[in-house]
């Protein structure tokens, strides 16, 4: 339980400034989506307003954020490789910065080797969660 606590300021650090994007992101969309015959519709229909902003609306309205988020691992990565040497913590970026002062050529390649499979595994999930929420895109699958 202590050492999650000391992780709360480097997620912060990191974290932090996609917060207010992605926010934005969402109200956009969702302004844009709300504004659709299909929600007017379901609006006709009598439907409780609840059912309709979560039900109908935030499907699809999250899927420009969830692709976002997908490519948006790798700057949350290099991020991350600055929060952990600023905040003094163990990682992959702490890691590679080291092998890098030192001339570890080896364990460079090794470092942005995972680093790169992380990021396409991400983008790979973003896609699949993106299939999931929109018919349409699962359909061209």
Known sequence: MAQARHLIL??????????GYLARLVR????????????RTARAFGLPERRIVYGYALRI?????????GVGIGNLLSGAVFAE???ARPGVGKLTYDAVITRNYPVVMGCVLVTTALYILCTLLADLISAWFDPRVRASL
């Open 28 to 39: 956009a969309s969702m302004l844009e989506v709300m504004g659709e015959s299909h929600i």
């Open 61 to 69: 309205a999250i899927l420009p954020t969830i692709a976002l988020l």
């Open 10 to 19: 480097p997620s912060f650090a990191v974290g932090l400034g996609w917060v």
């Open 85 to 87: 040497i600023v905040f």
